[in-house]
């Protein structure tokens, strides 16, 4: 069976690229095939639903667990852990697949890190995404692609800790009440915070097979997809954790307590569900495989 990965040469610089900026854009590495059967799986999974009012992106299709045969392939191939692991240094996990799905002028998410997708995690523990555009991404056309920030300029390691911090507080949540609560929503950046990335982010052009990866701490946005060829832009989201990656329910439990008490929705219950097989402090990969 052909593999769904290119055998792309990984430098020592972009090793290194990787390890100060936290992003790095990987180009041609998917076969046209396997972008294709991304494209399919994602188009007609019945995951993709019209996201709800509460939500806090503006999108017209989201779809979590969206797994098949093709995304087993790429992250079980050789060629593909071999090159992920030259970039973090360690074993990666595949945790979940996510499709997203924004039309002609929809803005997408706003400036954001990762937090309620890796919150089943402590704060020092590797959470990668790897973003796979499913059509191309021409910043001079049409657009619709990311904007990221390098965590040099600016990281959210800081909000990781401070929620961490909080959730397993011996006062919380009993001394905050939900509506107090309402106003801070700490995944989106602040009004100070979105000037300072605005001016410092970084927009690629993306071929059909390059990807994005991601550390958790990563500032970034969607870009509005213009008027032209295609009507709408489909990506598909790879979630990794580091192999040594230990569950923590105070982080799960305080975390979906913050998020509700916005008034949003819990975006995915990974970790709810985690709470089901894993005790707190156990490594989730040895409960996965």
């Known amino acids: 069976m052909k593999s769904p990965v290119n055998a792309v040469t990984i430098s020592e610089e972009e090793t290194q690229f990787f390890a100060d900026h936290g992003f790095i854009k990987i180009k041609n590495l998917l076969t046209l095939d396997a972008v294709d059967e991304l494209r399919n799986l994602t188009r007609n999974s019945n995951q993709m639903t019209i996201p709800p009012d509460v939500y806090s992106g503006e999108l017209s299709k989201i779809g979590y667990d969206i797994d098949g045969s093709i995304v087993q392939n790429i992250y079980s191939s050789k060629i593909f852990k071999d090159i992920l692991n030259k970039l973090t240094s360690q074993e990666l996990t595949f945790m979940q697949g996510i499709g997203f799905e924004v039309e002609v ?150 975390t979906y307590f913050l998020l509700n008490s916005t008034g949003n929705d819990v975006q995915s219950d990974l970790g709810g569900r985690l709470l089901k097989t894993l005790k707190d402090g156990e490594v989730i990969a040895h409960s996965l495989n």
């Open 105 to 254: 002028a929809q803005s997408g998410f706003p400036w954001h890190h990762d937090i309620y997708s890796f919150c089943y995690t402590r704060p020092d523990d590797f959470g990668y995404t790897l973003w796979i555009p499913l059509i191309p991404i021409d910043t001079q056309k049409q657009h619709g692609g990311l904007a990221y920030v390098s965590r040099q300029v600016h990281s959210a390691r800081y909000y990781f800790n401070l929620a961490y911090r909080l959730a397993t507080s011996k006062n919380f949540p009993d001394s905050y009440q939900a509506d107090s609560l309402q106003d801070v929503n700490f995944q989106y950046a602040s009004k100070f915070e979105n000037l300072v990335l605005e001016e410092n982010k970084i927009e690629d052009d993306f071929a059909l097979g390059d990807v994005l990866l991601l550390d958790k701490t990563i500032w970034h946005r969607s870009c509005p997809l213009n008027k032209g060829l295609f009507p709408s832009r489909m990506a598909y989201v790879i979630r990794f954790i580091g192999s040594n990656s230990r569950y923590s329910q105070k982080s799960v439990e305080g």
